[in-house]
């Protein structure tokens, strides 16, 4: 399994990229790019997956610990860890037998920035 390299971008770079979607409509490339995070996150293993990784002591998780919450098999759960990858919402790495997975805080800093609602506006 190879690592993926992604841009690690800070909070105010998110948000430059990510407007609020009441400020400015997206772009095209910027709409393809958030819509395969959220088509990653709308199936229901993946988003616990998500969870499961993020909320892990130290921030990573390794996928043996990753596969007994689920009903499902282990290819099945590499699959998903597969698409979460693709997406460019975890960061993984293999040590030794095993891969291990953390969540990409500019992946989560961009889907935030683009969802967050307007401060002082009535709406």
Not at 54 to 73: I, M, N, R, Y
Request: with cysteine.
């Amino acid at each position: 399994m190879s690592n993926l390299e992604h841009e690690v971008l800070d909070r105010d770079d998110a948000a430059a990229c990510c407007s609020p979607m009441v400020h400015e409509p997206l772009g095209e490339d910027a709409a393809a790019d958030l819509a395969k995070m959220f088509k990653a996150l709308s199936d229901p293993v993946r988003l616990r997956l998500l969870s499961l990784i993020a909320s892990h002591e130290g921030g990573e998780a390794c996928v043996c610990d990753l596969t007994g919450p689920f009903d499902v098999s282990q290819p099945t759960i590499s699959h998903h860890l597969k698409v979460l990858r693709e997406a460019g919402l975890v960061g993984s790495e293999r040590r030794g037998t095993w891969v291990y997975y953390w969540v990409l805080p500019a992946a989560l800093a961009k889907l935030s920035a683009l969802l967050q609602a307007p401060t002082g506006e009535s709406g």
